[in-house]
């Protein structure tokens, strides 16, 4: 009964600690870091970075004394038979005797130690490991800035379609009212029924409008699910709001940052490919340099017609050898050649490669800055729109219901208030998204 509910107890605590690792309600900034620990992209890329540190000492261990041993055993199920002349064993000249020179049985055990002295491709393979981690590093600053771009977006059309939702709820409730009085209003005889129709027309469109957005909703909080790390069917609760958002990503002083492409992550990437085309062109060359290297093997072997070599009366015999070894290229029928000068042509367009990154970064910059202040210039101007469109659709409301204005313009009106509203809200979420892409392409969230 006790090792019962020790395990129980074992297993709430358990439940409990998994359950608190799982984020039930998160801010953008804490989404952000949720992410960037969690989501499957990032995790690989520090997978990524763990690897190229094994590879470093993989590449280094290749240069350093290495150890092997091998133990071999044979057993001859028929010997080799060798002749000889008989006289060599007292027998009569010109007759041939058969002799057995081995044992039945031999076991041998050697160990050998190498190390290079020369080798021009391993100083080459150092310098590239290095190259490799820094590659791996910089993959890994690419892949968070593209997570946290990722989840301020997934996060941003969370919000979108919340607030989307409440307006379009509040405008049913006002033309349900609106349908209702104009409705009694017609069973009076005080009004046409293509009032009634109007308004009914207006209603449905809207009410179609949120049942779409209730879908796109539900994709939104899958994405960003997904975009966390979590499961794409986890509950979750967002604890800013669009409003909120938007006013805190209005800093034009971002505007006025020093445009720098040598600092971008794009720009370094090209620049570790250019390393790694120089390094590999250094590579053919060095394929034409002697290698040089040492070896010493020793061991012992034993023999007999039985098998008696886990006896102690067993003798053995042993053996030593120390060797230097150097290989000269010579002639490689222009082989070497060929690949040096298809290495040069691949470091060569590692560079032109490298000036167009640099250039396509400065026009990533400049359109992203003014992205981001149209965006914001936007902004202001719908939400101006949206206060005339409300003050026109109050207008045309009251002229409607006084009798002085049509269903027409009221529903046009009214079309315009719903579109107005979208509007600003598509507004808003485009202020917060440009400012990331921009923070983005200057690599400005790493680099603070």
């Given at each position: 009964m006790k090792k019962t509910l020790a395990i129980l107890i074992g297993f709430l605590i358990f439940q409990t600690g998994f359950s608190q690792e799982q984020p039930s309600s998160l801010s953008l900034q804490e989404a952000i870091d949720y992410a960037l620990e969690n989501n499957r992209s990032s995790i690989n890329a520090a997978r990524d970075i763990d690897a190229a540190k094994k590879q470093k000492w993989e590449t280094t261990a290749s240069g350093l004394p290495q150890i092997s041993a091998s133990i071999d055993y044979q057993n001859y199920l028929k010997q080799q038979v060798s002749v000889i002349p008989?006289?060599?064993?007292?027998?009569?000249?010109?007759?041939?005797a058969e002799v057995v020179f081995s044992t039945k049985q031999s076991t041998t055990a050697f160990a050998t130690v190498s190390q290079k002295i020369f080798d021009g491709s391993y100083i080459v393979a150092l310098q590239s490991a290095k190259v490799y981690l820094e590659i791996s590093k910089n993959a890994k600053v690419k892949t968070d800035l593209e997570v946290r771009k990722s989840v301020i977006e997934a996060y941003g059309n969370v919000l979108l379609a919340e607030e989307s939702i409440t307006i379009l709820e509040r405008n049913i409730e006002v033309l349900e009212k609106n349908l209702y009085e104009t409705n009694k209003i017609f069973e009076n005889g005080l009004e046409e029924e293509e009032s009634v129709e109007q308004l009914k027309i207006t209603l449905s469109g809207v009410k179609s409008s949120l049942n779409n957005t209730n879908r796109l909703k539900k994709l939104a909080y899958q994405m960003l699910n997904f975009t966390l790390g979590l499961d794409v069917y986890d509950a979750l609760v967002l604890t800013d709001n669009l409003d909120t958002l938007t006013e805190n990503n209005i800093t034009l002083n971002v505007l006025d940052i020093e445009e720098n492409p040598e600092s971008?992550?794009?720009?370094?990437?090209?620049?570790?490919?250019?390393?790694?085309?120089?390094?590999?062109?250094?590579?053919?060359?060095?394929?034409?340099?002697?290698?040089?290297?040492?070896?010493?093997n020793g061991g012992y072997s034993g023999y007999g017609n039985e098998f008696n070599f886990a006896k102690k009366s067993q003798d053995w015999f042993g053996s030593s050898l120390l060797g230097v070894s150097l290989d000269i290229p010579i002639f490689s029928s222009g082989m070497r050649g060929a690949a040096t000068q298809r290495a040069k042509i691949n470091l060569e367009k590692a560079k032109t490669e490298l000036t167009e990154t640099e250039q396509r970064v400065k026009l990533q910059i400049a359109s992203a800055k003014s992205d981001y202040q149209f965006a914001i210039e936007d902004y202001d101007n719908k939400k101006e729109n949206l206060a005339l469109a409300e003050r026109i659709e109050t207008k045309n409301q009251t002229k409607f219901f006084e009798g002085i204005g049509s269903s027409f313009e009221l529903r046009q009106a009214q079309t315009q208030l719903y579109a107005a509203q979208q509007e600003l809200l598509q507004a808003m979420l485009d202020v917060v998204n440009s400012k990331a892409a921009l923070e983005t392409v200057l690599n400005t969230p790493i680099n603070n």
């Amino acid at each position: 009964m006790k090792k019962t509910l020790a395990i129980l107890i074992g297993f709430l605590i358990f439940q409990t600690g998994f359950s608190q690792e799982q984020p039930s309600s998160l801010s953008l900034q804490e989404a952000i870091d949720y992410a960037l620990e969690n989501n499957r992209s990032s995790i690989n890329a520090a997978r990524d970075i763990d690897a190229a540190k094994k590879q470093k000492w993989e590449t280094t261990a290749s240069g350093l004394p290495q150890i092997s041993a091998s133990i071999d055993y044979q057993n001859y199920l028929k010997q080799q038979v060798s002749v000889i002349p008989a006289e060599f064993l007292g027998g009569e000249v010109g007759d041939l005797a058969e002799v057995v020179f081995s044992t039945k049985q031999s076991t041998t055990a050697f160990a050998t130690v190498s190390q290079k002295i020369f080798d021009g491709s391993y100083i080459v393979a150092l310098q590239s490991a290095k190259v490799y981690l820094e590659i791996s590093k910089n993959a890994k600053v690419k892949t968070d800035l593209e997570v946290r771009k990722s989840v301020i977006e997934a996060y941003g059309n969370v919000l979108l379609a919340e607030e989307s939702i409440t307006i379009l709820e509040r405008n049913i409730e006002v033309l349900e009212k609106n349908l209702y009085e104009t409705n009694k209003i017609f069973e009076n005889g005080l009004e046409e029924e293509e009032s009634v129709e109007q308004l009914k027309i207006t209603l449905s469109g809207v009410k179609s409008s949120l049942n779409n957005t209730n879908r796109l909703k539900k994709l939104a909080y899958q994405m960003l699910n997904f975009t966390l790390g979590l499961d794409v069917y986890d509950a979750l609760v967002l604890t800013d709001n669009l409003d909120t958002l938007t006013e805190n990503n209005i800093t034009l002083n971002v505007l006025d940052i020093e445009e720098n492409p040598e600092s971008t992550i794009d720009y370094l990437i090209a620049q570790n490919d250019a390393e790694a085309k120089a390094l590999l062109l250094k590579l053919e060359k060095s394929k034409a340099l002697p290698t040089l290297n040492a070896f010493l093997n020793g061991g012992y072997s034993g023999y007999g017609n039985e098998f008696n070599f886990a006896k102690k009366s067993q003798d053995w015999f042993g053996s030593s050898l120390l060797g230097v070894s150097l290989d000269i290229p010579i002639f490689s029928s222009g082989m070497r050649g060929a690949a040096t000068q298809r290495a040069k042509i691949n470091l060569e367009k590692a560079k032109t490669e490298l000036t167009e990154t640099e250039q396509r970064v400065k026009l990533q910059i400049a359109s992203a800055k003014s992205d981001y202040q149209f965006a914001i210039e936007d902004y202001d101007n719908k939400k101006e729109n949206l206060a005339l469109a409300e003050r026109i659709e109050t207008k045309n409301q009251t002229k409607f219901f006084e009798g002085i204005g049509s269903s027409f313009e009221l529903r046009q009106a009214q079309t315009q208030l719903y579109a107005a509203q979208q509007e600003l809200l598509q507004a808003m979420l485009d202020v917060v998204n440009s400012k990331a892409a921009l923070e983005t392409v200057l690599n400005t969230p790493i680099n603070n």
